[in-house]
């Protein structure tokens, strides 16, 4: 039998796209920008293997976060040269990726995207706060994201009104951590500011705290769900087959105290 590590270090450029479910056409895209490292080359065929793999895996993982193929270069270009991390996302000046516009879409539209949902569940999706009605035809929902995770849920097989009660839990929890955060930034900030009649200079600094914050709950979160995925691989059957999953979807970099990028083993 063929060793199957043999075996991937030894694919055309249709089984890569075969195996990254992806058109040959978006292949020969990123090795035009660079995002893809050159075909090894046996005579007048080009070959991929295991780093061609992980690249574009690590691709669809940045896409996913927001990032557009030119951030990608970029971002891809930095981490190899060591280049400060702060430079390439401009997190002191640009607002994060993480915020999203809400979809406007008919009853009809979501109910084509959710076909679990029927009365009851829409009217738990809306006291989840993950739909608002908008009039007889039209919802909107605040978060697709969301959504898209209830739609993966219920594919995998969790019942929509288990993935609807963890997202009503979720904007529980934020809905109380707003609140907090709120009552400090007025009254620790916001009227002391007005009192001397410098309200107006903090508009940039809320910006930024409100990127820094989107950027920050999401990372932390990721965090604590990989840790506690980890400790449950431990005890679950094919737990070893759980931790490799988890170990080729996570970020794979860390920044020193310079914002330099580096490869690190143990980053989630």
Do not use: N
């Not at 574009?56 to 991390?85: M, V």
């Amino acid at each position: 039998m063929a060793d199957p590590a043999e075996e991937l270090a030894e694919l055309t450029i249709d089984g890569l796209a075969q195996r990254a479910q992806l058109p040959v056409r978006t292949l020969r895209e990123y090795q035009t920008m660079r995002l893809l490292p050159p075909p090894v080359r046996r005579g007048r065929i080009g070959v991929y293997g295991e780093q061609h793999i992980q690249r574009l895996e690590l691709i669809a993982r940045l896409q996913r976060r927001g990032y557009s193929l030119a951030g990608i270069k970029d971002l891809l270009g930095a981490w190899g040269r060591g280049t400060d991390l702060t430079t390439v996302l401009g997190i002191p000046s640009v607002p994060t990726a993480l915020d999203e516009a809400p979809l406007r879409v008919s009853r009809a539209e979501l109910l084509e995207r959710v076909p679990a949902f029927t009365t009851a569940t829409l009217e738990q999706a809306t006291d989840a706060g993950l739909l608002r009605p908008l009039d007889r035809e039209y919802v909107v929902v605040r978060s697709p994201a969301l959504l898209g995770l209830v739609v993966d849920g219920v594919t995998a097989g969790v019942p929509v009104t288990v993935m609807l009660d963890l997202i009503s839990a979720l904007v529980d929890d934020l809905g109380d951590l707003g609140r907090e955060l709120a009552d400090i930034i007025v009254d620790k900030m916001w009227e002391p500011a007005a009192r001397t009649g410098k309200a107006s200079d903090l508009e940039a600094l809320l910006q930024r705290g409100r990127s820094l914050l989107l950027q920050g709950a999401a990372s932390v979160l990721a965090d604590r769900l990989g840790s506690a995925l980890l400790a449950r691989a431990d005890h679950t059957p094919g737990g070893e087959v759980l931790r490799g999953a988890l170990g080729r979807i996570r970020v794979g970099v860390t920044s020193d105290a310079a914002g330099t990028i580096q490869r690190h083993v143990g980053a989630r």
